[in-house]
């Protein structure tokens, strides 16, 4: 059973940053793409990054240039940086990988 676990929301002022977390059990890890999700309130989900077994990666076209999704195959965990953070950006992150996803992780950009 794959289990993801995510962390590292929060809130946090326009322009800044945070570090989302996404640490999966159950799951050969290493042979897995993984996608990072979101959802604000009334909006339906949206693609934010995805990553391959491989390495390549994709992204929304909103946050390009603006977050980095990389992954740490030693440890099982996925990664979101977002940097340049702005108030649309406010949202539950989501983590999938194998069909799964996490509880997700509210972050809220406001000043």
């Known amino acids: 059973q794959v289990q993801l676990v995510e962390s590292g929301g929060g809130l946090v002022q326009p322009g800044g940053s945070l570090r989302l977390s996404c640490a999966a059990s159950?799951?050969?890890?290493?042979?897995?793409?993984m996608g990072w999700y979101r959802q604000a309130p009334g909006k339906q989900r949206e693609l934010v990054a995805t990553?391959?077994?491989?390495?390549?990666?994709d992204y929304g076209e909103s946050v390009k240039g603006r977050f980095t999704i990389s992954r740490d195959n030693a440890k099982r965990t996925g990664y979101l940086q977002m940097n340049s953070l702005k108030p649309e950006d406010t949202a539950v992150y989501y983590c999938?990988?194998?069909?799964?996803w996490g509880q997700g992780t509210q972050v809220t950009v406001s000043s």
């Open positions: 999938r990988m194998a069909g799964s």
């Open positions: 159950g799951v050969i890890f290493y042979v897995k793409g």
């Open positions: 990553i391959t077994s491989g390495g390549s990666t």
